[in-house]
């Protein structure tokens, strides 16, 4: 496997890894009472605690995807 592979297939894992993390986004601010009620059955969390739930794991998601995807990505293109 060469260097233009792995620079390939992290570019792809992070534009993937984005679309999710702004599909997870729409879904939690437009239909946010929904899934608030649907999140509700499972759990029982008040409307805040599902916010502060979802923004940590947005929150978390971003940043793995930093520093497993895209900072590995531009390391690759500087180095090669």
Known sequence: MNIEVVRS???WCSIIDYGL???????IM?????????????CRLTPEQFDAVNFAGL???KILVLLFNVVPYIALRIAG
């Open 59 to 61: 929150v978390l998601f």
């Open 30 to 42: 437009l239909p946010h009472q929904w899934m608030y009620r649907l999140f509700e059955r499972w």
């Open 9 to 11: 297939a992290l570019l």
């Open 21 to 27: 993390l702004i599909l997870w986004a729409v879904l």
